[in-house]
């Protein structure tokens, strides 16, 4: 249809507006931006999509919230040393939400019970590899955060953890487009949210700003194509036996 062509032009150009005032630093300008970027993806993915997921539907719905909250709050008076940032907490508070709604999407597609003795060593190193990345993320805003904000990076480290080790394990399982774009959307927004860490707490550099949001927003490309594909039966794995005969 038309009018889904020309959202798909407005969200295009949206998109690489947002990378340019990010990487620019017009920081109110971006999330503005982003907010009404949302929106209109919200509205694609319902006008465009045949069966649509209540729960991907909700992600999508929790997210735009967080980046309308995120904007109202350049306009709320500047929060003081010891005083409690509200903002902070419901904005994170609502992405650790909006990402359970993803891992939930996963587990209600997967046969839990086959997937788990299948890749029960695999599920094992994955669980190993997920504390040790939560705490070395986690590790980087201790001296910078409070103890019940650095509790919560912590919570909120460990669910983005969680949901690439699902969508990975989706993959493996499935072995079809679906799944692939939903890992590749996974790793973008686990990449983008490491940079943006490093962005505001570590370094804080123009050329961080341009790749934190520039893998975002390839991340929600990646997540509104698989939302218009349907899974497929699990395909077994190309090997040597299956080329001989």
């Known amino acids: ?17 947002f990378i340019a005032l990010q990487s620019l630093v017009y920081e109110i300008e ?10 209109l993806l919200i509205w694609l993915y319902c006008k465009s999509t045949e069966k649509p997921s209540q729960l991907f539907f909700w992600f999508l719905l929790i997210v735009t919230a967080t980046q309308i909250i995120g904007f109202i709050s350049w306009f709320t008076p500047e929060v003081r040393i010891g005083e409690i940032d509200y903002f902070y907490y419901l904005g994170n508070i609502l992405h650790i939400i909006s990402y359970i709604f993803l891992i939930i999407k996963i587990l209600k ?5 086959a997937v788990f003795s299948e890749f029960t060593t695999t599920i094992i190193i994955l669980i190993v590899l997920d504390v040790f990345c939560v705490s070395i993320l986690s590790g980087t805003t ?9 509790t919560l990076e912590y919570v909120y480290n460990s669910v983005l953890m969680i949901l690439l080790s699902f969508a990975l ?17 996974s790793i973008l927004i686990v990449f983008s949210e490491i940079i943006q860490l490093a ?17 975002l927003v390839a ?11 349907e899974f497929s039966e699990p395909i077994p794995a190309y090997n040597d036996e299956q080329a001989k005969v």
């Open 219 to 229: 991340a929600f490309l990646f997540f509104y194509i698989q939302s218009q594909l």
């Open 169 to 185: 394990i989706n993959y493996m399982y499935r072995n079809d487009n679906k799944s692939m774009l939903f890992l590749i959307g």
């Open 30 to 39: 971006g999330d503005a931006v982003s907010a009404l970027m949302m929106i």
């Open 199 to 215: 962005y505001f707490y570590i370094l804080y550099d123009n050329s961080l700003g341009f790749v934190y949001s520039l893998f």
């Open 109 to 113: 597609q997967l046969p839990l019970k």
């Open 1 to 17: 249809m038309l009018v889904n062509k020309i959202l798909k032009g407005v969200l295009l150009l949206l998109g690489v507006t």
């Open 142 to 150: 201790e001296n910078v955060l409070s103890y019940y904000e650095n």
